[in-house]
């Protein structure tokens, strides 16, 4: 095989994939497996070691998906097997990619999980998101996505009582203001982008475009459009090889939803449209090009649905703070034409093209979990037929708050809707809701600088 079609090749077959290791001279191969909050977890096994397990995967504990951000386990589950048991993460061969920024050459490969029965594991992240599009499937139809990534760059951060800073550019300067879509000011982090670039091509994440936010140091990635499950294991990769391309700047990057207190939040955009698996034609748009039903009770659903995921697309306490009167963020479920303003908004567009975006999720949120909980309110749509209340033509902030204002009131509603319990899987949403209710009591016993500041002398 020749050198430059190494980072390119997927393996087709176990024996297709022993070659390309052997041919690529790997050294070791992570085995990956994305927990309940987007964080990789697994081994890292030598290559020959790797083969010879190849077909059956590397055991692991079934905890690994229990375990809040903080690294705590959330004992207490209903889902967890007291037992403690073994899983086994079996790679997925079409995910096996080279990791760029080693000197070793090193594989990455993403896994799914089974039980020792060889059944999924239904709590899984990604088999949570397969569910949903079997479930189209069954429906003959096959959903196409296109995230959008929002992040910041930040200076390094050795101790988490201070604030952020805005990082020096190639300038020697650092930005203040808003200065989305500035060119020069995407170009003054050209070296920690050209870098990310760098990385992506090496481990086959497509990137379509790159734009700076309106935050000092916020650039967004937009991802070309394809298989969710593909969208969301390059999401979930990237995020790691931007962080990566940072810090071989002194940088961080950053995908909390809130960084800055008085700057934009981060956002992940996820456009979606669906298509019939016979002819791959978009059910959004009638032959002649206008929009039909189908769209309609698209939107319908993600009117209803979207509040009661909202503890899915803003997983963490830090998300709502994105979602405020004051900022960009929409604060409701309103849907518009080409309206950014809206949570919903469908863009302008050919009709091949007709499209739903999702602008409501957070950059926290752990893309297998986004892409299924936003198209299983589409879903519901489609199944209920329901139709959108009327398109706005204004400011939708100017039109109140609809989505909760807090984890811990988005977990309870979420545990609540039937609907999505059915269609994300129960057993999912208990062990989801259990990890981040331990995360939310976590959160509440610290006592924050602004009580020490305001309340320590006053009350």
């Given amino acids: 095989m020749p050198s430059e079609d190494l980072a390119t090749h997927v393996p087709s077959s176990p024996d297709d994939a022993v070659r390309w290791l052997r041919e690529a001279r790997i050294d070791e191969v992570e085995c990956i497996v994305p927990d309940m909050n987007g964080i990789m977890r697994g081994k ?15 055991r692991l504990p079934e905890f690994l998906f229990f375990q809040a951000v903080t690294g705590d386990t959330a004992d207490e589950s209903t889902i967890v097997n007291p037992l403690d048991r073994d899983i086994r993460a079996v790679p997925d061969l079409s995910t096996m990619r080279l990791v760029p920024w080693y000197e070793e050459p090193t594989a990455q490969v993403i896994c799914d999980c089974v039980f020792m029965d060889g059944t999924p594991v239904d709590f899984a992240p990604r088999q949570v998101l397969r569910h949903v599009l079997d479930l189209y499937a069954k429906r003959g139809l096959r959903p196409v996505v296109a995230p959008e990534l929002e992040f910041y760059l930040t200076g390094q951060n050795i101790n988490p009582d201070l604030p952020l800073t805005v990082p020096a550019g190639l300038s020697g300067r650092k930005e203040s203001g808003h200065q989305a879509y500035g060119i020069e000011h995407a170009n003054d982090y050209d070296h920690v982008v050209n870098l990310i670039y760098d990385y992506c091509e090496t481990s ?5 475009t790159m734009a700076h936010e309106a935050g000092p140091a916020q650039l ?4 070309r459009h394809g298989d969710p499950v ?3 294991d390059q999401t979930f990769l990237f995020k790691r090889s931007a962080r990566l391309a940072a810090r071989r700047h002194d940088m961080v990057a950053t995908f909390m939803a809130m960084p800055h207190q008085d700057m934009p939040g981060s956002a992940t955009h996820i456009h979606q449209s669906i298509v019939r698996l016979e002819d791959g034609s978009n ?10 039903p ?3 009770h698209y939107i319908a659903g993600l ?40 949570g919903l908004r469908v863009p302008d567009s050919a009709p091949i093209s007709r499209r739903v975006e999702n602008r409501v999720i957070g950059a926290d949120s752990n893309p297998y979990l986004a892409m299924a909980a936003t198209l299983a309110c589409g879903l519901l749509g489609l199944e209920e037929e329901r139709l959108p209340e009327p398109m706005v033509e204004v400011d939708a902030h100017t039109l109140g708050v609809s989505l909760p204002w807090h984890i811990h009131q988005a977990l309870s509603v979420l545990q609540e809707s039937e609907p999505l319990r059915r269609v994300l899987g129960g057993r999912f949403v208990d062990a989801y809701v259990d990890v981040k209710q331990l995360e ?10 602004w009580e020490r500041e305001y309340l320590l002398l006053n009350v």
């Fill in 44 to 58: 890292i096994i030598p290559r020959e070691d790797f083969i010879r397990l190849i077909g059956d995967g590397v």
């Fill in 204 to 208: 086959r994440i497509e990137i379509a």
């Fill in 220 to 223: 967004e990635m937009n991802f």
């Fill in 230 to 232: 593909e969208l969301a």
């Fill in 283 to 292: 059910i959004f748009v009638n032959d002649d090009g206008s929009d039909a």
């Fill in 294 to 296: 189908a769209l309609l």
């Fill in 303 to 342: 009117q209803t649905y979207v509040p009661a995921a909202m503890s899915v697309f803003c997983p963490n306490v830090n998300s709502y703070r994105r979602i405020r009167l004051e900022s960009d963020a929409p604060i409701n479920v309103h849907w518009g034409r080409d309206n950014r303003t809206c």
């Fill in 440 to 449: 939310w009591h976590l959160y509440n016993k610290v006592i924050s600088s």
